[in-house]
């Protein structure tokens, strides 16, 4: 009797722990980008990412450290196709692949700010008023 309450208890537990990752998983998704202005940066660029309505509105080169001026200009049809995608999942100027790179890695990283300042005023917005 004892390990059938056990092992009833034990699969209990197991279902309110899975329950559990899927809504905090769930809530990760729907977190989304938060509206503000996040700078990401790396060793060869700084880039500002304005983001509006959890879209990427604006992406702006502060510092080209990744070879000559020409490049910077090279990867500005990149900087509109984030835009238009939505996303860094873009393909890479021909002749100026570390220029592209660089781009990418850091709008990443300013897309990462904005998710995680997104989760943040989620679960503070979770936690204060109680909705669940």
Do not use: W
């Amino acid at each position: 009797m004892r390990k059938k309450c056990f092992a009833f208890g034990f699969l209990a537990i197991l279902i309110l722990i899975a329950a559990s990752l899927s809504v905090m998983a769930q809530e990760h998704e729907e977190a989304g980008l938060a509206d503000g202005v996040y700078e990401g940066r790396n060793s060869m660029m700084d880039v500002s990412v304005a983001i509006e309505e959890g879209r990427i509105v604006d992406i702006e080169i502060l510092e080209h450290r990744a070879g000559e001026e020409k490049y910077k200009d090279m990867i500005l049809p990149l900087v509109d196709a984030i835009i238009e995608k939505q996303s860094t999942e873009v393909d890479a100027i021909t002749g100026a692949t570390t220029s592209s790179e660089a781009l990418k890695i850091a709008v990443e990283e300013a897309l990462e700010k904005s998710r995680l300042s997104s989760e943040k005023k989620a679960l503070i917005e979770k936690y204060t008023t109680g909705s669940e």
